[in-house]
């Protein structure tokens, strides 16, 4: 026998919209209306509830994690724009980026200038004329770019550490929002936002002054290995 799904839906709204309604009259200002609609069944708990298909199914962090950790490789293109509050026109830099699965994150700005970073679990390096120079831990671009690593990885848990993570979408259309729980994180972030499908596309870095900082990666692929010279680098 089935079970009839829309009548009970359509009798536990009947039922939730009269408690709100006498909580409503019952107390000045509706105060009780607010703790009565939370008691009472809705169509949304009674859905999960009766297991019906669709939200049993709702994609979540580890899935997450699990869709960015898979490729091995990815290169692509990055655009970066810097507003500041004192300035009508962002700060835009570009340049290319390959993320290594195992080995880290090689930056390369290309304009207005040309630097190369490197982000790995021994820290963050620059690259100078006399190879890659290790760069003080405790710095706020070593703290953002660790940052980055850990979102194109797809490293939820490290995340979860410093920030409180709220996901929306589905696999291929997705948003992150990072809250900061740490006092010092608290300090500099408002919120970070994190947009992407099947790899990261966006990632948005609200700071608690007015400034911020939108990084636009393009033209990803996870269909190419990594070149010799790049293998060089990750292994200097």
Do not use: C
């Amino acid at each position: 026998m089935r079970f009839p799904v829309g009548a009970a839906v359509r009798r536990f709204d009947l039922l939730a919209k009269n408690v709100n309604d006498i909580a409503g009259r019952l107390t000045p200002r509706g105060a009780l209306w607010f703790f009565a609609s939370k008691l009472a069944p809705t169509r949304v708990a009674l859905m999960l509830i009766l297991g019906i298909p669709g939200l049993a199914h709702a994609f979540d962090l580890q899935q997450l994690s699990d869709q960015l950790a898979k490729p091995t490789v990815i290169h692509g293109n990055f655009i970066q724009e810097k507003h500041l509050r004192a300035l009508p026109q962002p700060l835009t830099s570009k340049g290319t980026f390959v993320l290594a699965k195992d080995h880290g994150l090689l930056w390369r700005l290309k304009t207005p200038l040309q630097q190369d970073y490197r982000i790995s679990a021994t820290g963050i390096a620059r690259r100078d004329a006399n190879g890659w120079q290790l760069l003080p831990n405790k710095s706020a671009g070593a703290e953002q770019n660790r940052l980055f690593l850990a979102v194109l990885q797809g490293d939820s848990s490290g995340l979860q550490r410093d920030f409180e993570l709220q996901l929306q979408g589905e696999a291929q259309q997705w948003k992150l929002t990072l809250i900061p729980r740490s006092l010092l994180l608290k300090q500099v972030f408002t919120q970070i936002n994190i947009d992407g499908g099947e790899l990261v596309q966006k990632i948005e870095l609200l700071e608690t002054q007015g400034d911020s900082t939108v990084l636009r990666m393009q033209d990803s692929t996870s269909s190419q290995p990594l070149s010799d010279a790049e293998q060089h680098d990750f292994a200097e």
